[in-house]
């Protein structure tokens, strides 16, 4: 499974966001997340669990970041997105607040035209210092997979307690100027493929009304080894009426 082990990795290059300078805010020899997704890169999280998980600080993140694109300047490498996403959830680090700040005023520094990503699976939008974060990046990338908790539970098999509705809620308060991410797969019969669920889906996303939505599938070693990718043809027919009705739909397959 893919892990990362520093602070600062990369650039790599990402299908949704081009060349991709990582942050990964979680622990360098494990795994935190309050998902544990099927399809997750980094494993099952039992797998990644470490007797002292240590999680980087703002002066540590401060610091790796400027050497990287000091070095990355010196070499005249190019990078898209500085993008937060690593080992696990972000936004559970405790300074994820005050990083996002220091990484944005070393971004307008060294590669101002670069956006700052983050990928989040939303269960932390009820804190306003985060949600407040998430607000002042480029693209806060939140994620839905499913239609319902039933299917959250299936799929992302939340740690804690989980209600989907109160995520929509939480989404409204960025008014839309969000990027929505939506993991395409089959693993039974509360995935997005079925009828039923898509339709709930799309009325979610018609809720919550996001500036962009990222629509992909499998593109890795899955912890679960019963899943099954959709190819982008069959995605691009199950957004259809999204597309229809004016919404940005990014596909990767």
């Known amino acids: 499974m893919l892990r990362f082990n520093d602070i600062v990795f ?21 795994k935190l997340c309050n998902f544990d997704c099927i399809y997750c890169e980094c494993g099952w999280n039992r797998d990644g669990r470490t007797s002292r998980p240590v999680l980087p600080t703002a ?21 898209d997105s500085i993008t937060f996403s690593g080992n696990g959830e972000p936004t559970l680090n405790p300074e994820f607040a005050e990083i996002v700040e220091r990484v944005l005023k070393l971004r307008n520094i ?18 306003a210092a985060i949600r407040e974060a998430l607000r002042k990046v480029d693209n806060p990338i939140l994620k839905i997979d499913a239609c319902s908790d039933r299917g959250v539970f299936a799929v992302n098999r939340p740690s804690v307690g989980y209600s989907l509705d109160e995520v929509v809620r939480n989404m409204k308060y960025f008014e839309g100027d ?40 499998i ?14 043809a069959e995605i691009e027919k199950y957004v259809e009426p ?3 009705e004016g919404f940005n739909i990014q596909i990767r397959g």
Not at 220 to 229: A, F, M, Q, V, W
Request: hydrophobic share 35%.
């Open 242 to 244: 999204l597309r229809r």
């Open 178 to 217: 969000f990027v929505l991410q939506t993991m395409f797969l089959r693993y039974g019969e509360t995935d997005l493929t079925h009828s039923e669920c898509l339709g709930k889906w799309m009325d979610l996303v018609r809720e919550v009304r996001p500036r962009e939505i990222m629509a992909y599938t």
């Open 10 to 30: 990369g650039p790599i290059h990402s299908r949704r966001l081009g060349s991709s300078l990582g942050i990964n805010l979680l622990p360098g020899d494990g």
């Open 110 to 127: 060294y590669i101002p035209l670069a956006k700052v990503s983050v990928f989040s699976n939303a269960t932390m939008i009820g804190d």
């Open 59 to 79: 002066d540590d993140v401060q610091n790796a970041l400027e050497s990287e694109l000091k070095r990355l300047s010196a070499s005249g490498t190019g990078v």
């Open 219 to 232: 593109d890795r070693e899955t912890p679960d080894k019963n899943l099954s990718k959709c190819t982008a």
